[in-house]
């Protein structure tokens, strides 16, 4: 089955202390990317990653890292996370650029 | 970078009309517009997609159309279902060389009325 797995799904932490949230596609597909969801803003793309070793800034990359060593991961770390940081985040995989993106199932975090 | 406005920002209808929501964009190369529908406490999911070389795309009971000259394109549902109801968004992107970021409108909230 066709899936983007992302873990944890649910994350409550501190300001400050590092964290990672892991996203892991089996589609063999060279476009990964990062959102994050808040009320009334949409999406906003943080990362994305064309290919293995090559990553890019979306629109919000603030405060935010990623690493692309494997073509099937795609771990987004916060190094020290600020409560302007809670909110849903959704990792997307694709074959092809953004064309056709397939969602994983979320990672809410809350950061206090 | 590109910019994408979307609306209305929520749409209530009855069940059987026809439901519209409308995006613009601001950089004339983007080039690839697809939308998706997110149910509440769900990942979202692509309903259809456009490329700029298409005028408009149709499936099922979903069409969207595009023009390249406003910058505007559209989504278009007819025979709308209570299944219908959820947050559909709106996005844009430079395909190639040029960019591969994904740009998202801030959404519009559908409720179909039975």
């Known amino acids: 089955e066709a899936q983007v797995t992302q873990n944890p799904r649910y994350l409550i932490t501190v300001t400050g202390k590092k964290l990672t949230v892991t996203c892991s596609q089996n589609?063999?597909?060279?476009?990964m990317s990062w959102y994050r969801q808040d009320p009334g803003l949409g999406l906003r793309q943080i990362y994305y990653?064309?290919?293995?070793?090559?990553?890019d800034k979306g629109d919000v990359p603030e405060g935010y890292k990623v690493s692309r060593k494997e073509k099937r991961n795609f771990p987004l770390i916060l190094e020290s996370p600020s409560p302007n940081q809670t909110s849903l985040y959704f990792c997307?995989?694709?074959?092809?650029?953004?064309?056709?993106?397939?969602f994983g199932q979320g990672t809410r975090l809350t950061v206090v | 970078g590109e910019n994408v406005e979307q609306h209305p920002s929520t749409l209530s209808v009855q069940e059987g009309d026809s439901a519209v929501i409308k995006c613009t964009y601001s950089?004339?190369?983007?080039?690839?517009f697809p939308w998706y529908k997110q149910e509440l406490g769900k990942r979202p999911q692509l309903i259809i997609d456009?490329?700029?070389?298409?005028g408009e795309k149709k499936d099922q009971r979903i069409a969207v159309t595009l023009n390249k000259t406003a910058k505007h394109f559209s989504l278009h549902i007819t025979e709308t279902q209570p299944e219908d109801s959820a947050v559909y968004f709106c996005?844009?992107?430079?395909?190639?060389?040029?960019?591969?970021?994904?740009?998202f409108g801030g959404g519009t909230r559908l409720m179909v009325k039975p």
């Open positions: 997307a995989s694709s074959s092809q650029g953004p064309v056709e993106a397939f």
């Open positions: 589609m063999n597909h060279e476009y």
């Open positions: 990653s064309m290919n293995v070793e090559v990553t």
């Open positions: 950089d004339s190369a983007s080039n690839y």
């Open positions: 456009i490329r700029s070389n298409v």
């Open positions: 996005a844009a992107s430079k395909l190639g060389n040029a960019g591969n970021m994904l740009t």
